[in-house]
């Protein structure tokens, strides 16, 4: 009777351990996990809009700080784009292109893989403005006059620039274009023809039955 007695005990034991342990590890895991959080969030400081963390560098020698990479970007507002167009990826409406004239000049056979050109980009200009903008990408802009259609009159160029993330040449003048007014943008510029697979650009194959490149 008494072995049988301690044999329901040791059973009972037994069941108890093996409900408890997993139990027991599983609370083990869950603190230890939750101590691992609260020291990364201890590490975090808030700079302004920007957080700086801190990581241990290789060996534990001292702490290095990097700035988070912002996850998103503002996208610019109306007003913005109103007074600076190349923010936006679009011509600006106000500005109507009605016709192009475009001379290439590619060295198809020389060393250089170059080529150059001009262009001359009739636009009528529908709310005063002193900006014009044109789409341009891997060109390098030598010369750059706004004329008048009409009177054939040029208008003084204040300044040029790249907007490189919009890919726009912004062109501004000194007086204002006025509304209803169509002008002449004439552009001189050049590019490679070897530099990226991107707009006008050589390229070459092998004839698979003479072994001709071409």
Not at 1 to 25: D, E, G, K, W
Not at 198 to 214: A, I, P
Request: net charge negative; proline share 4%.
């Amino acid at each position: 009777m008494s072995t049988v007695q301690i044999n329901r005990r040791l059973l009972y034991l037994l069941a108890f351990l093996f409900v408890a342990i997993p139990i027991l590890v599983g609370v083990l895991v869950w603190h230890a996990t939750d101590n691992a959080n609260d020291s990364e969030d201890s590490q975090t400081v808030t700079l302004g809009n920007r957080s700086t963390v801190s990581e241990g560098l290789s060996g534990g020698q001292g702490q290095s700080t990097g700035v988070r990479a912002p996850t998103t970007t503002r996208e610019p507002t109306p007003e913005e784009i109103a007074a600076k167009p190349w923010l936006s990826l679009r011509l600006p409406e106000y500005q109507v292109p009605l016709h192009y004239d475009i001379t290439l000049y590619p060295d198809f056979y020389g060393d250089h893989g170059t080529f150059y050109g001009n262009e001359t980009v009739d636009v009528e200009v529908k709310q005063t403005t002193r900006f014009l903008l044109i789409h341009v990408y891997k060109l390098t802009i030598h010369d750059v006059k706004v004329v008048k259609a009409d009177t054939k009159e040029a208008l003084e160029v204040a300044r040029t620039f790249e907007e490189a993330k919009n890919q726009f040449l912004v062109v501004e003048t000194k007086s204002d274009m006025e509304a209803g007014t169509v002008v002449g943008l004439h552009l001189q510029f050049s590019g490679s023809l070897t530099e990226s697979i991107v707009g006008f650009y050589k390229s070459s194959y092998v004839n698979s039955k003479t072994g001709e490149t071409r």
